[in-house]
């Protein structure tokens, strides 16, 4: 038996035992990455992934987006600790979703939820409200959702997510949350889930991610550029000479802090015609995570005449660089190419960083072809509570996929890299 997990302040934290179906294990549940005994937890966090990192998880769980709420699963083995999986909750709601998120009618170009929200209420002609248990991250593109330690072979892992997250939403439904959906995201080909479409979860993909592989010998940003084609090389000169007087500098952790309403509306002005956005995303949460990652958190801003246009972030994650939330005014990127010298921006952040890769995520595909990223394929599974319901999402699933629309460009002289 387990010895009772205890906070910060050192008192116990009570989290029922749930043995599994597979001899030896069982699971804990958590409303709280701070009721997680810390021992436990460093014995259970990968050291290569930020994102499940305490610091981080803490982070976000303080300053979460709009109606998100967390659980965590923490898997035993005989009583030792060797898998943690982290979860959000997210509310969803039809009417909301096809009026616009604050009762009115936008431009807002529909993402895979809203059209989701939009299709249940047309099905059953009435209001519809539900949440979603999701296995993973909303904010991040990419394998954020679990972790198990090398004593647990790689077959089992999604058997034991999928057993943990079953008894999670009974857990949650005894304390009155009735969870109508489950949501894992996103997993390479090569980790797809056969066991996940055997228990009923629809697989899907949505856009790819977009991931631009960075070669050893580029030591700075002309090293780029002399391994591009003769006319993407007069193209990114170009698109240099179109920022004109703008200026673009790293924030500090102060200098976020004061910028943070400004950066918020240049996000929300972005991330409201974005077909991905089912998050109102924490004030707080850009200034925070600047604060306590330091360097493995990356803020630049984008001024014109000491006014904040523009932002750009990126996490360090060990080996990768992560492109994260940005935001700009729309007008000044038609006249001056600022998401164009973004993406520039972070590949030569890459080079100096020394990283392997950069994940510029979803969206945009063409425009982070250009510049030398390839989508990469992310599965997706999803499952409705009503298994009547269950048996028309896959083909609705394929539906609501969103149009790629992506012609794949070669900006390089080798066409290997």
Known sequence: MLK????????????????????????????????????????????????????????????????????????????EPVGFAQCQIEHFEADRAVSGQNGQNTNRTPGFFDTMAKYMKGFVASKVEFYTLLCGSLLLTGEHAYHFTSRVESSLHFKLIEEGLNKMVKHLGDKGLKISTILLKDFFEENRSPHLV??????????????????SEWKNFDDYLNALLSKYRTRTRRARKKLGALEIRELSADE???????MHELYKSIADNSGFNVLNLNVNYLPAMKDGLGEDMMIFGIFEEGKMVGFYTAFLNHDELEAHFLGFKRELNRTNQIYLNILYNLVELGIEKQVHKIVFARTAL????SVGAKAVEMYCYFRHSNSFTNKFLNPLLSYLRPEAKLVPRHPFKELDI
Not at 28 to 38: A, E, G, Q
Not at 46 to 75: A, C, D, R, W
Not at 256 to 262: N, Q
Not at 366 to 369: C, D, P, V, W
């Open 366 to 369: 063409e425009i982070k072809s």
């Open 256 to 262: 976020v802090t004061s910028h943070k309403l400004e």
């Open 198 to 215: 055997k228990q009923s979860y629809n697989e899907f993909t949505i856009q790819p991610n977009m991931i631009m592989e960075l070669k």
């Open 4 to 79: 009772p997990c205890k906070n910060k302040s050192g008192k116990a934290i009570k989290s029922e035992r749930n043995s599994l179906s597979i001899d030896g294990y069982c699971v804990r549940f958590y409303d709280s990455i701070n009721d997680i005994n810390t021992v436990e937890l460093s014995m259970l966090l990968p050291k290569h992934n930020l994102f499940l990192n305490t610091s981080y998880l803490q982070i976000l769980e303080s300053n979460p987006p709009e109606g998100m709420q967390f659980q965590y699963m923490v898997f035993c083995l005989k009583d």
